[in-house]
């Protein structure tokens, strides 16, 4: 009986010596994968958050650019109103460079699947508050670089069609501003 305990003995504690050790290994192997899942988890949260970031810029650039734009245009006119005409080739520069980076800003917002399309033609192929805003702004620019080719002031009719267009902008803007609004408050809830 001496001879089967010197030699069990032993053996028996050899395999509870594994049998830590591979529960251990287990453990060990356990903590790593939810430090990974938890690594996956943070870095995914990163990505999602950069990815807001971005979105968020895109949308206020586009707010900011289509105001910046629509400010061009009162500039313009305020300008020809007080003092009966303006320098219609600087403001054909200033707007051409608003209307380029409110567009750019419509066309960057894409990433984000908000799809304003417009033809090169400038025919609108999908309809909402951002086209009728980009369609007054620029039929606004136009009437204000004839006002100004012609060197003279608006007559009642077309000082009434102007101010009618000025709220036309007015209102699709303020409408582009709530959607984007509810978008930011989306993104950051």
């Known amino acids: 009986m001496t001879a089967a305990v010197a030699y069990w003995g032993p053996l028996h504690q050899q395999r509870e010596v594994a ?20 690594a996956r988890a943070q870095a995914e ?14 949308l206020v650039d586009v707010r900011s650019t289509l105001r910046a734009w629509e400010l061009v245009l009162d500039d313009a006119f305020l300008e020809m109103r007080i003092s009966g005409t303006f320098d219609v080739d600087r403001f054909r520069e200033t707007e051409q460079e608003a209307m380029a980076k409110g567009l ?3 066309d ?19 309809t909402g508050p951002h086209l009728s805003l980009v369609e007054s702004l620029k039929e606004c620019g136009e009437r204000i670089k004839a006002l100004g080719l012609a ?17 036309q902008i007015s209102h699709a803007r303020g409408r582009m501003s709530e959607i984007i609004a509810e978008r930011l408050d989306s993104i950051v809830t």
């Open 19 to 38: 049998k830590q050790a591979e529960l251990q290994r287990s453990a060990e192997l356990r903590r790593a994968e939810i430090e990974i899942e938890a």
């Open 45 to 58: 949260e990163a990505r999602k958050h950069l990815r807001n970031q971005a979105e968020i810029g895109r």
């Open 104 to 106: 750019r800003a419509l």
């Open 108 to 126: 960057e917002v894409m990433h984000d699947d908000w799809y304003v399309v417009i033809s090169y033609y400038g025919e609108p192929t999908f």
């Open 151 to 167: 060197g003279r002031l608006p007559s009642a009719e077309e000082q009434e069609q102007l101010d009618e267009l000025r709220d």
